[in-house]
C-alpha cells in the first residue's frame, strides 16, 4: 500500500532535480550490499520507468564510476534491474562538467564541459528543451544549490541503516538549507520519496543557547 502528498508535477524544460539515493543513515552505498541495496519494489522501478526525459548532468567522479560500470555492467553480478538502468543511461544525452576529462569520451551521448559550471548550468536552465537531473556529483551538486539553480532536490531513502559498512556518507559534506516540501511518497517496500525546494543558509537562525559553555559546563 502506498502513500503520497500532493506534489509539483513532473519537472519542466530547464527545471533542475537534484537526485539522491540513499539508506537511512544518509549512505550512497554500502560495502557487500547490492545496488539499490537489493531492495527495489516492482512499484519504484515503474516509477523511475515513467519519468519524463531529461538531460542528465554529472561531475567527473560520477562520471567516471558510472561509466566505468556502465562499460562493465555485462560482466558485474548485479540485477538485470541495474544492467537495464545502466543501458537506458547509455542512450540517454548527458554532460559532464570537468577540468580534467578530456574528449574524445567513451560514453555514449555525452558532452563535455570545461567551463565554469555554475554559470554553463544558468544557461542550460534558460536555453534546455528537457528538465535537468543531477545524478549524484556531490561537490557539483553543492555548487549549484548554494547558487540557488537547484529547483527540487529529491532523495529517496531505503529502509535500511548500513552503520558499519555503509560508505559515501552524504550529509557530513553538504552546507546548511532549509527546506520546503514539494512533494512525499511511500512506494511498496518501504522506501521513502522526498522532494524540497532548497534555500542555502549563509549561517544557522541560532538561539540564545550557547553550547560551547554548556558542553564545558
Known amino acids: 500500500m502506498t502513500a503520497a502528498h500532493a506534489g ?3 519537472p519542466g524544460p530547464g527545471e533542475l532535480v537534484a537526485d539522491l539515493i540513499l539508506s537511512l543513515d544518509g549512505c550512497a552505498a554500502g560495502e557487500g550490499w547490492p545496488g539499490w541495496w537489493g531492495l527495489q519494489s516492482q512499484e519504484y522501478l515503474d516509477w523511475l520507468d515513467a519519468q519524463p526525459e531529461s538531460l542528465t548532468l ?16 555485462g560482466t558485474l ?5 541495474e544492467k537495464e538502468s545502466f543501458a537506458q ?8 562538467f570537468s577540468s580534467t576529462l578530456a574528449e574524445p569520451l567513451d560514453w555514449p551521448h555525452t558532452t563535455l564541459v570545461a567551463t565554469d559550471a555554475v554559470e554553463a548550468v544558468r544557461e542550460l536552465k534558460r536555453t534546455a528543451t528537457l528538465p535537468l537531473v543531477l545524478t549524484g556529483s556531490l561537490r557539483l551538486g553543492q555548487s549549484l544549490m ?6 527540487r532536490f529529491r532523495v529517496v531513502l531505503f529502509p535500511v541503516i548500513t ?6 556518507r552524504i550529509w557530513e559534506q553538504f552546507e546548511d538549507y532549509s ?4 512533494a512525499a511518497r ?10 524540497y525546494a532548497p534555500t542555502h543558509l549563509e549561517q544557522p537562525p541560532g538561539t540564545g543557547w550557547d553550547r560551547t559553555a554548556a558542553d564545558g559546563a
Not at 553480478?77 to 534491474?81: H, L, M, Q
Not at 543511461?89 to 559532464?96: E, F, L, N
Not at 511511500?186 to 522532494?195: I, N, S
Open 58 to 73: 554529472l561531475g567527473a567522479t560520477t562520471y567516471r564510476l558510472m561509466s566505468e560500470m556502465a562499460r562493465r555492467a
Open 163 to 168: 552503520g558499519r559498512t555503509g560508505l559515501e
Open 186 to 195: 511511500t512506494f511498496a517496500g518501504g522506501l521513502q520519496l522526498l522532494e
Open 77 to 81: 553480478d548485479i540485477s538485470a534491474e
Open 179 to 182: 527546506l520546503e516540501l514539494l
Open 8 to 10: 509539483a508535477g513532473r
Open 89 to 96: 543511461m547509455a542512450q540517454a544525452p548527458k554532460i559532464v
Open 146 to 151: 548554494k547558487a540557488g539553480l537547484v529547483d
